[in-house]
Nanobody, 116 residues
Framework: QVQLVESGGGLVQAGGSLRLSCAAS????????MSWHRQAPGKERELVAV???????NYADSAKGRFTISRDNAKNTVYLQMNGLKPEDTAVYYC??????????WGQGTQVTVSS
């Protein structure tokens, strides 16, 4: 079955950096579009960054210039490097994959807290 396991969250001061990882199993990882989303308390879940099977990337405006999504197909892992973190980046971050027949799958999430 599809499993997505995030890691790398934590508490960091404003201006700091974190790198999130998401290890995937149960899918043909290299063939799939992977994405990171986040959900802050009291807010809807929002897309942060997407990486295609070819390595093409897209970012939410809030992430452009600060976050970098990447993938390692040999390790079935997608990363989110976050630099210049702000208190408004505080959220639970989720890894996700959409499979055409099965639908969207989510990881369990990893908490990122940025203190001012």
């Amino acid at each position: 079955q599809v499993q997505l396991v995030e890691s790398g969250g934590g508490l960091v001061q404003a201006g700091g950096s974190l790198r999130l990882s998401c290890a995937a199993s149960g899918i043909t990882f290299s063939a799939n579009v992977m994405s990171w989303h986040r959900q802050a308390p009291g807010k809807e879940r929002e897309l942060v960054a997407v990486i295609g099977s070819s390595g093409s990337t897209n970012y939410a405006d809030s992430a452009k210039g600060r976050f970098t999504i990447s993938r390692d197909n040999a390790k079935n892992t997608v990363y989110l490097q976050m630099n210049g973190l702000k208190p408004e980046d505080t959220a639970v971050y989720y890894c996700s994959v959409y499979l055409p027949i099965s639908g969207r799958f989510w990881g369990q999430g990893t908490q990122v807290t940025v203190s001012s």
